[in-house]
């Protein structure tokens, strides 16, 4: 086993966790240690993972705290047992065989890294969903690359998405965890730029393959409140936390209206009322939790 603790968040996708733990512990260079955080507990989750999983560390957190908590509880538990390296995984991303074996190698190999990602492909294993973060220095937004240069093998983004993330425990105690203001959404890339300023790269090994289960026609997230809450209201708290001055405000509050108009015309009302939501939360510098979620 490698000296890595993994760390995956829970939330009402029980059978989809179950079939994420079984296939994490059966890597041959696995973690020595995974932490499971319970966002949902009322869906028995805890109970069948302790039941087919009794090696795997449950933290039960009672209630939903998000994607940036809960993953901050897990690895504030991997610090604390003085883990070295600290894995994070979506409940729906897999890693290929061979792909941790080699993002351990490469970052216990060069200790300017501070997070190490695999290229991400979508289900079918031809598609990309990420090739690595990259940030726009005018506009502060986020986005993720659609393929991996050609060469190095190992090459420099500006953050790694936390849907397969590896990153050094010391980088994490140096800089800190997730922001939780953000929930859910930015609170990696958030991280990445503060391992970036802290003169810790953060690079893809291009070599290391995962697969991320979510569907490749992304329409669908256009229906959903929550999504459009997040994403409208972080991107405002991300780029007002990065640019003081607040100098790309006025063209990002444009950019996303455009985008929401896009929602309203697709006849997503509840949808564009949410987005809308979040911009006022942004501007107003509120975190957390979106009103009335679960």
């Keep these: 086993m490698l000296p890595i603790a993994a760390v995956v968040i829970s939330y009402r996708r029980p059978q989809m966790v179950l079939a994420c733990l079984g296939k994490l512990l059966a890597l041959p260079d696995g973690p020595q240690q995974i932490y499971l955080v319970d966002n949902s507990p009322e869906d028995g989750t805890t109970a069948?993972?302790?039941?087919?999983?009794?090696?795997?560390?449950?933290?039960?957190?009672?209630?939903?705290?998000?994607?940036?908590?809960?993953?901050?509880?897990g690895?504030?538990?991997?610090?604390?047992?003085g883990i070295p390296y600290i894995l994070l995984l979506n409940d729906d991303a897999e890693l290929k065989p061979g792909a941790l074996a080699r993002l351990y190698a490469a970052i216990s190999a060069d200790e300017t890294m501070g997070a190490i990602g695999p290229v991400v492909y979508y289900s079918d294993g031809k598609n990309i969903w990420s090739a690595g973060g990259r940030i726009n220095p005018r506009s502060a937004l986020v986005g993720h690359l659609s393929h991996p240069p050609a060469k190095p093998a190992i090459y420099a983004v500006d953050y790694v998405t936390a849907c397969a993330v590896?990153?050094?425990s010391s980088a994490l105690n140096r800089v800190g965890l997730f922001d939780e203001r953000f929930f859910m959404y930015y609170e990696d890339s958030d991280l990445g730029v503060r391992l970036a300023s802290a003169g810790y790269r953060n690079v893809i090994e291009r070599t290391a393959i995962a697969l991320h289960h979510v569907p490749c026609n992304l329409a669908e997230r256009m229906k959903s409140k929550s999504f459009l809450y997040y994403l409208n209201r972080n991107r405002i708290l991300f780029t007002r936390k990065h640019n003081p001055l607040h100098t790309q405000t006025d063209a990002l509050l444009f950019r996303s209206l455009l985008e929401l108009a896009i929602v309203l015309g697709k006849g997503y009302g509840a949808g564009f009322a949410a987005g809308l939501g979040g911009l006022w939360d942004g501007l107003r510098g509120k975190g957390g939790s979106m009103k009335g979620a679960s």
């Design 48 to 73: 069948e993972v302790t039941r087919q999983f009794p090696m795997v560390h449950v933290i039960n957190a009672g209630v939903n705290l998000g994607f940036a908590t809960g993953n901050n509880l």
């Design 75 to 81: 690895m504030q538990a991997a610090l604390a047992a």
């Design 166 to 168: 590896l990153y050094r």
